[in-house]
């Protein structure tokens, strides 16, 4: 399992998950660049992520929604606020309707994912913020820990295909 450690932090309002790969740091970075890479891996098995815009460029945005298992939809998006190719990328992402307006009812984070090469593979870092201690509890009530980890388990199928 690619997922290392998880630890979350209510006092800095953090949730940081590592994983590490066995593959090269560019082969990871193309996992998110790639739209039809990324919908592979970005919900968890059980609620596939279908990407309708992504633009990983600063001031870009990705749109996308997740289908359960009995055909209820879950939108969201990302507004990229930086990116450092292959190294590293950082957005604002967010809970929206199925018109990808976003829901202000639900959490806001800022992200930032690192790639770094390590033990001839690549170790990703993924840190999400939350603007108050009640929203990171909010996901983590949620189920993020489990879906995002059961999400970025499945890279290793993808990248060995």
Not at 14 to 42: C, G, H, M, N, S
Not at 123 to 152: H, N, P
């Amino acid at each position: 399992m690619p997922v290392t450690d998880v630890q979350h932090d209510l006092d800095n309002l953090t949730l940081t998950i590592t994983a590490e790969f066995a593959a090269p740091v560019e082969r990871i970075w193309q996992v998110y660049a790639d739209p039809r890479q990324l919908e592979k891996v970005w919900g968890p098995p059980t609620y596939p992520a279908t990407v309708v815009d992504h633009d990983l460029t600063p001031g870009g945005r990705t749109t996308y929604f997740m289908t359960g298992p009995d055909g209820d939809k879950h939108a969201g998006w990302w507004e990229i606020t930086a990116v450092d190719e292959p190294r590293s990328f950082a957005f604002t992402d967010g809970f929206a309707d199925l018109d990808f307006n976003p829901n202000p009812a639900l959490p806001v984070s800022t992200n930032i994912y690192t790639f770094e090469a390590y033990e001839g593979g690549t170790r990703a870092t993924f840190v999400s913020t939350y603007e108050s201690a009640e929203a990171l509890q909010q996901v983590l009530d949620m189920g993020i820990i489990e879906g995002a980890s059961a999400a970025i388990n499945q890279i290793d199928d993808l990248i060995a295909a």
